[in-house]
């Protein structure tokens, strides 16, 4: 079992494309894309079960200097 997560990712400004190639290299997230508005970065990832969400994430992603601030939604099975 994986845990889905989205996090939105706000970067300084003119740096979208070089934070997007960063994440692309590190070859962790399921789908990536640029958004309009608040929020420059869209990110789907898969957390492997029993890995502390929070944890992954900041030591996975957010140590991108040129990330300002990041937003995560977690997913629950519904259905």
Known sequence: MVNCVF???????????????????KELHSELYST????????????PEGQDVGRFINENFLDIEEIERSLTTLTFKAF
């Open 36 to 47: 309009s508005g608040e929020w420059d970065l869209l990110m789907k990832v898969y957390i």
């Open 7 to 25: 996090i939105n990712l706000r970067c300084r400004p003119g740096s979208t494309y070089r934070v997007a190639d960063a994440l692309a290299l």
